[in-house]
Structures are given as C-alpha cells and as structure tokens.
Antibody, heavy 116, light 110 residues
Framework: EVQLVQSGAEVKKPGESLKISCKGS????????IAWVRQMPGKGLEWMGI????????RYSPSFQGHVTISADKSISNAYLQWSSLKASDTAMYYC?????????WGQGTLVTVSS | QSALTQPASVSGSPGQSITISCTGS?????????VSWYQQHPGKAPKLMIY???NRPSGVSNRFSGSKSGNTASLTISGLQAEDEADYYC??????????FGGGTKLTVL
C-alpha cells in the first residue's frame, strides 16, 4: 500500500527554523516526484515545489523560491521542506504529494503554526 | 505565474449535472494536456479525481469527467450526490516546468 506519512504539527516562533518531513512507503521512492503544497487557513491550495528523490532535481514555484528549501534523503525514503527563518505568514497546513504533474497519493498534512 | 481562474462557487441539486471551469493561458492549460482536478472535503487531504485532462484514477466514479478547449479546462460532475459537496481545484503543468493551482471552487449540493 502506497503511503506518505508526514511529521507532526509544529508550533514555532517567528525567526525560528523548521524542517518537516514526508516518508514514502509501499513504492519505489526514487522513481516518483514528491511535491509540497501549502494551504493557508481558509484558503486554497498552492504548489510550492517538487523534488525527484532519484537525483534530487528540484523545482520551485516563483512564489516560494528563496523562501523554502526542498530536499530528500533517498536512503530513508524521506522528503523535506524547511525554513531558515519562519514568519507568521508561514502559518498553514503543508501537504506532500506523489507525482510531477498529477498527485495520486497525499500525506495527511503537517500543520505549522508560527506565533510569538 | 498566476493562479488558474475558477468560479468561486457552483451549486446544483441532487441528480443534476454541474461543470466547473478552469481558465489559464497558452503557457499552461492551453499548452499541455496535463490538467488535473482534485476534490477536497473539509479537514481532509485533496484527492485526485482527473488527470491528463480526461483520465480518471482507479476507484473514481465515472460521474466525474474532464475536458479541455483552448485555454479552458472543465470538470463535469453528473448525477450530483450529497457526498460530492466539497472544494474542487484544477492544476496545470506550465512552461516553467512547474505546476499551478486554480483558486478553487466550492460545490454546494442543494
């Protein structure tokens, strides 16, 4: 069974760093792109970027380029989304999803709350 | 890149058909047959309903169908059911090798 299991909810202060994870199982992790999608409270879905774990090729939406870093560790089938300095506006649910142009499996989401 | 344009809301009665549009440009929707549609119920992760404009993943009801004409893609849901009430999002691959979402459409089943 294909599964993407994300790390748990986080509460952080502005300026802090954070790295959330997405663990793939039930399929060959290196053969499928992993995308990250943001959903701010009460708002729509936003595509942030994508990584191919096989060779770590990464692409970012212009809206998120430079604000987040996407990475992967294929040895443990994990993809990551990280921030070096969080802002209150980063408060959102973050989903990982499998697939480059269409995502057939999704993680359960990681809620990130940034508040002083 | 700008978000694709979807109507904010649509509604229909049980048994009726509704269509949700998704308008982009020649750099995304019009340029590639890589339009997908997702259903999202409150508090849940999105679910893929249509991919590559017209294809349904295994397990998705054949009441859901997709199409495209020029820069506009459409999702049609026939035989509306109460369980179809949800938010629907389109996506498209873009000329920048990225993906862009539509703003989302809230479907209300009356």
């Amino acid at each position: 069974e294909v599964q993407l299991v994300q790390s748990g909810a986080e509460v952080k202060k502005p300026g802090e760093s954070l790295k959330i994870s997405c663990k793939g199982s039930g399929y060959r992790f290196t053969n499928y792109w992993i995308a990250w999608v943001r959903q701010m409270p009460g708002k729509g879905l936003e595509w942030m970027g994508i990584i191919y774990p096989g060779d770590s090729e990464t692409r970012y939406s212009p809206s998120f380029q430079g604000h987040v870093t996407i990475s992967a560790d294929k040895s443990i089938s994990n993809a990551y989304l990280q921030w070096s300095s969080l802002k209150a506006s980063d408060t959102a649910m973050y989903y990982c999803a499998r697939g480059e142009v269409a995502s057939d499996y999704w993680g359960q989401g990681t809620l990130v709350t940034v508040s002083s | 890149q700008s978000a694709l344009t979807q109507p904010a809301s649509v509604s229909g009665s049980p048994g009726q058909s509704i269509t949700i549009s998704c308008t982009g440009s020649s750099s995304d929707v019009g340029g590639y047959n890589y339009v997908s549609w997702y259903q999202q119920h409150p508090g849940k992760a999105p679910k893929l309903m249509i991919y590559d404009v017209i294809n349904r993943p295994s397990g998705v009801s054949n009441r859901f169908s997709g199409s495209k004409s020029g820069n506009t893609a459409s999702l049609t849901i026939s035989g509306l059911q109460a369980e179809d009430e949800a938010d629907y999002y389109c996506t498209s691959y873009t000329s920048s090798s990225t993906v862009v979402f539509g703003g989302g459409t809230k479907l209300t089943v009356l």
